[in-house]
């Protein structure tokens, strides 16, 4: 049986919608997480080692969990959420809370990686830890975050094929249920093919934004 | 003016405490340029850092313009630092803004006009020198343009005090003599006191009035920069004197005093004070019947008084070189005489009147 141009554009679009909404939580959840990790560890400007010490463990938990048992696992917190378990919309919520601790990590990466001697100045002239992290780590990161979230994005496409467990739709579904378990290798390879493209795109974005704004 | 009072501070990283200040005693005049030099690890960054609580003394107090920073809440001691200015060895430059939007940094900070900020940046980097680069972003610029930078960015607040963190050790000797200059420049037009920490004793020679010298924590000398290198007195400051003012003597000189065909003797002659070499020299070749050759000089000048040391070579006859060296010894000047094993000896006056008699 063969699929419906259709079905597949559809798919897509459920795809875009899943990586795109997920992609806005989650990177807000991880920039919180990421800075938290940051700013609250040993030495650094909002010290504070009895957070650290419970964010830094919760990062690691949800990135040990594997996707297919969080989408799942957290079904009643969903339904919580988004007042169902199951559809394209309740898949987001795992979706975000698979991609924020991944994307905090490399958030927290990025704000590493800005000389500690920028913070010294801006800590001599008299900055708030907010001024710090807004106008100093964050401008200092920007490129680097850049290809950070290039990075999560594409995490994002590869989780979202796992969403059809729990009916989420999405061009990793199709190609699931029309072509692996169909039989349909066309299908596969149209789908694959679209992902391939995808990826490529947004990490060709990603490259061309961070280049743009790299000033090293 | 700032004063440290009995400061120390100690980092304690669990197993091992580290004592990096010791009870330091200091105090940097109003209109000051101060320098602190020592070696790596002599804990000169953690004292010019506790001047703007980047590090907290562990005990002792340090008054900066008649306040204790460490009594002020957060607020408080973020309004006092904006009248304290920093410079950086590495720069600290944020790579991602404009040369403008550095130097407006602390101004957007305390939430300045948009307009007051604007002319404010402008007529500071007019003064540094780098008004055509307002728009560039720090990697297109060199070391020193960088420099310039952080120091129009450390003065954009109008401090009263600019602290100096080893900011000409990653220059070449020219862009450090033009940094010095301009430091000096700030000091004079602007009244700002300057605190320098560095290992290069050319700077504390080039710019200060006053140094102190680390080791250890501790604060072994201090003093008029003048003092200091006319007069050290434990070995790492001779070391760092000489490090400006060579004063061994080369090899030639030994060579001549082996082949010694003309009976002379050869004295190095040390001057530290207003009279330069010259008149001394010429003036005892008048007076007394001794040829004077001058091998060897290196006279340099502090805070614009000579300071150095020649070596000379005196001929003629014992007795004539005797009062030549009294003439020359009365006038407050040191005489050591060279020999050819390559030791010096003081010359002094008993011993020229004991050899006089003897003679």
Redesign the interface.
């Known amino acids: 049986m063969e699929v419906s141009t259709e079905l597949i554009l559809n798919a897509l679009w459920e795809t875009l919608y899943m990586v795109s909404v997920s992609l806005f939580f989650g990177g807000i959840l991880g920039i919180f997480l990421g800075v938290l990790l940051v700013v609250t560890r040993k030495g650094h400007i909002l010290e504070n080692l009895f957070i650290f010490s419970i964010v830094n463990p919760i990062v690691n938990i949800f990135r040990s969990i594997p996707f297919i048992i969080l989408l799942v696992a957290i079904i009643p917190l969903t339904r919580l959420i988004v007042g169902t378990g199951i559809g394209t919309t309740a898949a987001i919520v795992p979706l975000v809370l698979h991609i924020g601790p991944y994307f905090s990590r490399l958030v927290e990466n990025s704000l590493l990686e800005v000389?500690e001697?920028?913070i010294?100045?801006a800590?001599?002239?008299?900055?708030?830890p907010l001024?710090i992290i807004h106008?100093?780590l964050f401008?200092?990161a920007?490129?680097s975050l850049i290809l950070s979230i290039t990075t999560a994005t594409i995490g994002l496409i590869g989780a979202t094929a796992m969403a059809g467990a729990i009916g989420g739709g999405g061009l990793g579904d199709v190609a699931i249920t029309y072509g692996y378990q169909r039989f349909s290798t066309i299908t596969i390879l149209v789908t694959v093919i679209i992902l391939v493209i995808l990826v490529q795109g947004i990490q060709s974005l990603g490259n061309t934004l961070e280049r743009k704004?790299r000033?090293? | 003016m700032i004063e440290f009072h009995q400061v120390s501070k100690v980092f304690d990283s669990g197993e091992n405490k580290v004592a990096a200040l010791k009870n330091i005693n200091l105090t940097v005049e109003k209109g000051d340029i101060f320098g602190v030099i020592g070696f790596s690890g002599a804990g000169k960054s953690t004292l010019i850092r506790t001047v703007?609580l980047?590090e907290y003394p562990t005990s002792g107090d340090v008054i900066v313009e008649g306040k204790n920073l460490a009594n002020m809440s957060e607020k408080e001691?973020?309004?006092?630092?904006?009248n304290?200015g920093?410079i950086?060895q590495?720069?600290?430059?944020?790579?991602?803004?404009t040369v403008f939007d550095n130097v407006a940094?602390?101004l957007?900070?305390?939430k300045n006009k948009k307009k007051d900020i604007e002319a404010r940046v402008h007529e500071i980097l007019r003064f540094v020198g780098l008004e055509d680069k307002a728009k560039n972003?720090?990697?297109q610029l060199s070391g020193g343009q960088k420099q310039r930078v952080g120091i129009a960015?450390a003065l954009a607040?109008n401090p009263s005090i600019l602290?100096c963190d080893e900011a000409t050790s990653a220059l070449d000797p020219q862009t450090t003599k033009s940094i010095l200059d301009l430091l000096k420049r700030i000091n004079e037009e602007y009244k700002i006191t300057i605190l320098i920490i560095t290992h290069e004793m050319e700077v504390i020679k080039q710019i200060c009035n006053r140094v102190a010298v680390m080791e250890n924590g501790q604060i072994i000398e201090t003093g008029s920069v003048f003092d200091i290198f006319a007069h050290p007195k434990t070995d790492t400051t001779r070391n760092f004197v000489k490090s400006v003012v060579r004063d061994e003597v080369p090899k030639s000189v030994y060579k001549i005093l082996k082949e010694n065909a003309n009976n002379s003797r050869i004295f190095k002659i040390e001057f530290f004070g207003t009279d330069s070499g010259q008149p001394i020299v010429s003036n005892t070749a008048k007076t007394y019947n001794v040829e004077i050759n001058v091998l060897f000089g290196n006279i340099t000048e502090l805070q614009e008084i000579p300071f150095g040391n020649l070596i000379v070579e005196l001929g003629g006859d014992h007795h004539e070189i005797e009062r030549a060296l009294r003439f020359i010894i009365n006038q407050d000047i040191e005489v050591r005489e060279v020999f050819e094993d390559g030791s010096q000896h003081r010359v002094d006056f008993e011993r020229l009147v004991g050899n006089a008699l003897h003679g």
């Open positions: 000389d001697g920028i010294e100045a800590k001599a002239m008299g900055a708030t001024q106008r100093f401008p200092e920007f490129s704004l000033r090293v | 703007n980047l001691i973020r309004e006092a630092k904006k304290i920093m950086f590495h720069f600290n430059l944020l790579n991602s803004k940094m602390p957007i900070l305390s972003y720090p990697d960015r607040t602290l």
